[in-house]
């Protein structure tokens, strides 16, 4: 069963405008939500999790249960943000599940 | 502190053929993972290993192996290679963090 949708293959914005990644998930119980970015030819790393309700390099991500949501958003994109986005969900730390990624492309 | 590492890195095997994947980490980290990595598909789990001597079946295990030969290493062993397998292979590790450290990928094609 998919546990994490991430609706967007493909997400251009211009710099300097807002941007929001879907991510919606599947689980029963109290999930651990996570963010994974992957700049090119870089490895694929940690960007935020919920649970430390963090802002990164200007992202933030809000847990919404009630919609089982996660969406990543920034208000003012950047050229250096284009990259794949990962939304990651976790069941009891051992088994993690991966959405589908969406690919974000900031235009100059 | 090289993190995790993979070898090899590129790898054409023909339908049939067996490999072994190898990947290290030098973090301490008790959990280790093999993802492969589809167009479209994003992440998928093939295996995982929450200690030392323990392995579990991820989201799609068939057609693989794994061992979990000391702390530091976590091997993925492909023992009749089938097209299907094409992928991007990735392994990772984590700590009490549950922050995933992931290694560069190994490109299999299978012909």
């Known amino acids: 069963a998919q546990r994490v949708t991430q609706p967007e293959k493909l997400l251009s914005v211009f710099k300097g405008a807002p941007v929001e990644l879907k991510c919606n998930y599947s689980?029963?119980?109290?999930?651990?939500l996570f963010w994974y970015v992957q700049y090119s030819r870089q490895r694929l790393q940690l960007l935020l999790r919920?649970?430390s309700r963090e802002s990164i390099k200007g992202f933030t991500a809000d847990l919404n249960k009630g919609e089982t949501s996660f969406h990543l958003k920034k208000p003012f994109a950047q050229e250096e943000d284009s990259a794949m986005y990962y939304c990651?969900?976790?069941?009891?730390?051992?088994?993690?599940?991966f959405g589908s990624g969406t690919k974000l492309n900031v235009k100059p | 502190n090289a993190g995790v590492t993979q070898t090899p890195k590129f790898q054409v095997l023909k339908t049939g053929q067996s490999m072994t994947l190898q990947c290290a980490q030098d973090m301490n980290h008790n959990s280790m993972y093999w993802y492969r990595q589809d167009p479209g598909m994003g992440l998928r789990l093939i295996y995982y290993?929450?200690?030392?001597?323990?392995?579990d079946k991820g989201e799609v295990p068939n057609g693989y192996n794994v061992s979990r030969l000391n702390k530091r290493e976590f091997s993925l062993r492909l023992e009749s290679a089938a097209p299907s397998q094409t992928s991007v292979y990735f392994c990772a590790s984590t700590g009490t963090s549950y922050e995933q450290y992931f290694g560069p990928g190994t490109r299999l094609t299978v012909t």
């Open positions: 689980y029963s119980g109290s999930p651990e």
């Open positions: 919920h649970i």
């Open positions: 990651a969900l976790s069941e009891s730390f051992n088994k993690f599940y």
């Open positions: 290993s929450a200690s030392e001597g323990t392995t």
